[in-house]
Structures are given as C-alpha cells and as structure tokens.
C-alpha cells in the first residue's frame, strides 16, 4: 500500500526503535516540498480573496506574488490585512494599497491579524512536536 510520509527530518534520520523498521525507513526515498511556484501562490491568493467576495486585478496579484514569502500563513495574513483595510478605506485593493498595509513583506510578521493566529500557532505546533519527537507519530 503506498503510504504518504510527512515531516521535517527525512525518513531515515527519524529516531526509531525497531531495527527492522528503520531499516526500512533507511531505504524510503526522501522528496523534499519546496516553497510553491508563482503560478500557486497567485492561486491560493485568488482562493482566498474570492473566499472573502474580493475581486482584485490581476496587477495586483502580480504584485503580491512578487512579494509575499512564499508560505500559506503569509498569504491567508495579507489577505485578511489587505480585506480589512479596504474595507475600513472604501478603496479597491491595489498594489498602492497593498504597499500601505504590507510595508516589509519581507521582514515584517505577517501574522498579527487574530483570524491568522490559530493557523500560525498550529503550525508552529507540528513543527515543535516534530524536533522534539523525530518520526512524527511513529
């Protein structure tokens, strides 16, 4: 049965006790999940700002795909920053507003609007309890 494993660690540096199912996890190959193309983000941004009825150029996706760190929290955060405030200005999203809302995209946590938090908390979780304990479930 082919069987989808996921964690931090390749398989074979996970820290198992039965010799022959490390051996085992020795011989799986490990693909490593790189961040996601433009062609993904600028989807996922659709998604999410079609989830919230927003109807946004495709200039200022270019501009935010140009720009956003390259993670599913970063992009559900600038779409929840860049909703909240067009709605407190009245304006269209844009990349003049974007640049407003969005100051560092690079270096500024994206993570301040609560709605983000839960998500970020829970991945920061997984990926704590999969340092702490190498092999995830296992």
Partial sequence: FPALLADALPPARWAVALPDLASRLRAITAVPIGEPEDDLLRGLLARLLAARQLRVPGTTLDWLVARLPRTHAAAIGAVARLDAAAQASGTAISP????????????????????VAAFHDADAFVTEASQERPGGLL
């Fill in 96 to 115: 003049a507003l974007a640049r407003q809302v969005l100051p560092d995209l690079r270096g500024e946590d994206v993570f301040d609007d609560p709605a």
